[in-house]
């Protein structure tokens, strides 16, 4: 069982930065691919980035490449989200989720254990 609370989201402005944490429990956090989708409202959750178990291994969304980079801290139990140059359009609930196969994927289908999110707003 991997619990995952996210954290870092608030409102900011175009062309702003934001940091977002999930900070998951469990010993065995090292061993899971971990990712994180958004939500916008009325629309569907979408992929935004994964990060392997060993961390080695990062896939993106096309349109965050070069703005969003995806990271982990393995003796924090804790995966990292860092935003730059964050637009309108990024606006939306962000979650982080844990994939216990341990490769990167994009598909939700494929992650075990979902956090309850953090609002991202980013005003034009």
């Known amino acids: 069982q991997v619990q995952l609370v996210e954290s870092g989201g608030g409102l900011v402005q175009a062309g702003g930065s934001l940091r977002l944490s999930c900070a998951a429990s469990?010993?065995?956090?090292?061993?899971?691919?971990m990712g994180w989708f958004r939500q916008a409202p009325g629309k569907e959750r979408e992929f935004v980035a994964a990060?392997?178990?060993?961390?080695?291994?990062?896939y993106y969304l096309d349109s965050v490449k070069g703005r969003f980079t995806i990271s982990r801290d393995n003796a924090k139990n804790t995966v990292y989200l860092q935003m730059n140059s964050l637009k309108p359009e990024d606006t939306g609930v962000y979650y982080c989720?844990?994939?216990?196969?341990?490769?990167?994927?994009?598909?939700?289908?494929?992650?075990?254990?979902w956090g309850q999110g953090t609002q991202v707003t980013v005003s034009s």
């Open positions: 989720a844990a994939d216990h196969s341990g490769s990167i994927s994009q598909f939700r289908r494929e992650y075990d254990y």
């Open positions: 990060i392997s178990w060993g961390g080695g291994r990062t």
């Open positions: 469990g010993r065995t956090f090292s061993s899971y691919a």
